[in-house]
């Protein structure tokens, strides 16, 4: 799948997100967000697939996954779509070097890396094996962080309808 063809199957978009808004969010993080995102996030602004898309793999390090994508974020006012609602949501949870862009319809985190090795990288936390109080804080301690792709792109690319393993 290509990023215009899950534009297309994504239901509830706004128009695209103000370029003040994407700067500003930005400025919030300390970094620019990586381009292949950008250009998506400007042209969506968030939505939700209801978990008709799945990410099966492979990943980078030719493992399976399977991550569906329920909501799409954005700069939203409703809190399961809003970028910003969840970056203080889970904030301590996710490690910041990553960025909440999606979920799954189980209330685990897709990600986006925004610093470091990570950057640009797409990652799944799973909810459920949240590293403990003694947790540093990086994706290598956390435990609970699946590498799916090296970028958005491919990440959107290794997309499938539900049951569709071709």
Not at 10 to 37: Q, T
Not at 103 to 115: E, K, Q, V
Not at 153 to 164: I, M, P, S, Y
């Amino acid at each position: 799948m290509d990023v215009g063809a899950f534009l297309a199957v994504i239901r509830g978009k706004l128009p695209p997100a103000p370029e003040g808004l994407v700067a500003d969010f930005e400025a919030s993080l300390g970094c620019k967000l990586p381009e292949d995102y950008r250009e998506f996030l400007v042209s969506c602004n968030g939505g939700h697939v209801g978990g008709a898309l799945w990410f099966k793999g492979p990943t980078p390090d030719g493992q399976t996954a399977d991550a569906g994508v329920h909501h799409v974020g954005g700069f939203r006012k409703e809190n399961y779509l809003s970028m910003n609602w969840r970056r203080e949501c889970y904030e301590g949870r996710i490690p910041n070097a990553l960025l909440w862009i999606m979920d799954d319809p189980f209330g685990n985190a897709i990600c986006l890396g925004i610093s470091g090795d990570s950057r640009g990288k797409v990652y799944f936390w799973d909810h459920e094996n949240e590293p403990g109080d003694d947790w540093d804080g990086s994706i290598e301690t956390a435990g609970n962080i699946q590498l799916l792709a090296n970028g958005f792109v491919e990440f959107v690319a290794g997309l499938k309808g539900r049951g569709n393993d071709a």
